[in-house]
């Protein structure tokens, strides 16, 4: 299909580690993104991964790439209540982006 | 910058009015997108425009939807006339499209409700 897939929802308790996975369809993209809405705001680039690269880091976020299996996860370590959100994957294809649903972080206290 | 900005924040009408949405992209970039966010269907490309010139229009519902950039500095998006089920959020994003990582930046959103 054309989509890129994600879970809905994840449940996670504060200070746990997060991990949100991706199914993307287009091997040929040259990005892959994750993007992040807060409530009442548009979405904001959190991280993004070139698509050479297998594994990128970022204070608490690391992201990996499967490209065999166009697959994408991103890992939250130690998630904070300032984490709930909505979290997108995306993939680049020609000039636009193609967002998943978004998957709705809840942090359990 | 003040990033994208979108005007209004929030429009109620009724059944069979037009609704113009409006849009001011970040100065310097050259790609501005449409997008609608529902619960149902999450967050779907209405329409993409380059330089001012729509490429991409087939994200748009129907032929109530029409979208305009008289220039790099304005877009507007119309619905007429609009229904119940145009309800939803509708997001301008912006990015300079140079080849780069193409990030989008996004507007706050206009949160539309049609009664």
């Known amino acids: 299909g054309e989509d890129v897939e994600q879970s809905l929802f994840l449940s996670v308790r504060e200070g746990d580690s997060s991990v949100i996975n991706c199914t993307y369809t287009d091997s040929s993209s040259t990005y892959l993104y994750w993007y992040k809405q807060e409530p009442g705001a548009g979405l904001q680039l959190l991280t993004y991964?070139?698509?050479?690269?297998d594994m990128k880091q970022d204070q608490r976020l690391t992201v990996l790439l499967n490209k065999k299996d166009k697959h994408l996860s991103l890992r939250i370590a130690d998630t904070q209540t300032g984490d709930s959100a909505i979290y997108f994957c995306a993939e680049s294809r020609d000039d636009k982006i193609i967002f998943g649903k978004g998957t709705r972080l809840h942090i359990l206290p | 910058d003040a990033g994208v900005i979108q005007s209004p924040r929030h429009e109620v009408t009724e059944m069979g009015q037009e609704v113009t949405l409006r849009c001011k992209p970040i100065?310097?970039?050259?790609?501005l997108f449409w997008y609608r966010q529902t619960m149902m269907r999450g967050l779907e490309l209405l329409i993409y425009?380059?330089?001012?010139?729509?490429?991409?229009d087939s994200g748009m519902p129907e032929d109530r939807f029409s979208a305009k950039m008289p220039n790099a500095s304005f877009s507007t998006l119309k619905i007429q006339p609009s229904e119940p089920r145009d309800s939803a959020v509708y997001f301008c994003a912006s990015s300079l499209n140079s080849g780069g990582v193409g990030e989008q930046f996004f507007g706050p959103g206009t949160r539309l409700t049609v009664l």
């Open positions: 425009f380059n330089n001012n010139v729509p490429i991409d």
């Open positions: 100065s310097g970039h050259n790609s």
């Open positions: 991964i070139f698509s050479n690269m």
